[in-house]
Every structure is written in structure tokens, then in C-alpha cells.
């Protein structure tokens, strides 16, 4: 597990948008920690422009959050939609 992400903060957001802290499986709770993971990794990347393995983690994560979008999108629209305002994504 990276620096970064503590299972205090796992935890976190799993409770916040999965309801339970055992609820890792949901997908609204799965997107927002690939969220959290894209961000950081972004930070990470602005300082270290030549981290190519990094770079390559995360379009990996890019493409499975949208993957997971997409399917929360055919779904339950008003969830996806409710989920994207709150995580500031897809302006």
C-alpha cells in the first residue's frame, strides 16, 4: 500500500460513499478511491515528469474508473450523477 493512502483514510472513504466501512465492494466507493489514487499519483507526476511506470498506473486506474463509471451510468443514472458532482469529476 503507498504512503499516501492509510486504511484510516480507506476507511474514510468507504464509509462516506459506500455507507459501511465494510462496503469496499460497492461501485460508488470503488471510484471514489480510484479518485483519491488518480489524484495523489497526478501530484506525484507533476514533480517527477520521467516516473514512466507511475504514469502507466495511472491511466490503468484512469481506464478501470471509467469502466466502473460507465457501468454505475447503464445502472443507476441518479447515483452516477450524484457521484460525479460530489467527486468533482467530469466537469
Request: charged share 35%; hydrophobic share 35%; no cysteine.
Amino acid at each position: 500500500m503507498a504512503v499516501y493512502l492509510t486504511s484510516d483514510k480507506k476507511e474514510e472513504i468507504f464509509k462516506e460513499f459506500g455507507g459501511d466501512t465494510k462496503n469496499t465492494g460497492s461501485t460508488e466507493a470503488q471510484v471514489a478511491l480510484f479518485t483519491f489514487r488518480i489524484k495523489k499519483l497526478s501530484e506525484h507526476l507533476y514533480i517527477y515528469k520521467k516516473d514512466h511506470v507511475t504514469r502507466r498506473s495511472l491511466l490503468t486506474m484512469v481506464g478501470k474508473r471509467k469502466r466502473l463509471l460507465e457501468y454505475l451510468q447503464r445502472k443507476d443514472i441518479t447515483k452516477y450523477r450524484e457521484l460525479i458532482s460530489k467527486l468533482g469529476i467530469r466537469g
